[in-house]
């Protein structure tokens, strides 16, 4: 089958900062991650249906476009944000750099672990399930109250059609 041809299932997709730690927890690094899905969103390369930026995270459910390879996006959005990140440590927390200092043939730095989690949301079941635990991810943490209170992530705009980073499409098409 052609690529440009294939339609992409939803996926529930998470990256996890390599060794756990809280590198996300400054917003200019969560800003690096709603920079990179606002252009793969205005390139056409995804539909975003939802997201959360934890500290040490990301969680998020979006369906790759056509034209465009899961993992090829994947590796593209993973790549871009980490060079991001390397460079904003660089610049304002060296310190902090040191702790991503990996002895790795292919790299000096490790800012993600290596392998994410990705699976197809092949049905309206598993996609609420994984919705719900996206949007409950910062309350369990202690973050705030309610989801919607959480500014890095979709749960305002499920609760009351918020569209604040204006890059998240409804799951139901709206």
């Known amino acids: 089958m052609n690529p440009e041809h294939t339609i992409h299932a939803a996926q529930y997709f998470t990256a996890t900062i390599h060794e756990w730690q809280p590198v996300l927890a400054d917003d200019r690094h969560k800003d690096i991650i709603i920079d990179s899905f606002q252009y793969l969103v205005n390139d056409k390369r995804i539909e975003l249906n939802a997201f959360v930026i934890m500290t040490n995270h990301i969680h998020l459910i979006w369906q790759v476009l056509t034209n465009f390879t899961p993992t090829g996006v994947q590796a593209s959005f993973m790549k871009y944000t980490a060079q991001q990140i390397k460079r904003s440590l660089m610049k304002n927390d060296l310190d902090r750099l040191s702790g991503f200092k990996v002895n790795k043939y292919d790299r000096e730095y490790e800012i993600w672990k290596r392998k994410p989690f990705s699976i197809d949301l092949l049905n309206e079941s598993m996609f609420k399930q994984k919705l719900e635990y996206i949007h409950y991810n910062p309350v369990r943490a202690g973050l705030c109250s309610l989801p919607e ?26």
Do not use: R
């Open 149 to 174: 209170e959480y500014y890095y992530s979709s749960a305002k705009f499920y609760y009351d059609g918020t569209n604040s980073f204006g890059m998240l499409k409804h799951y139901s098409g709206n």
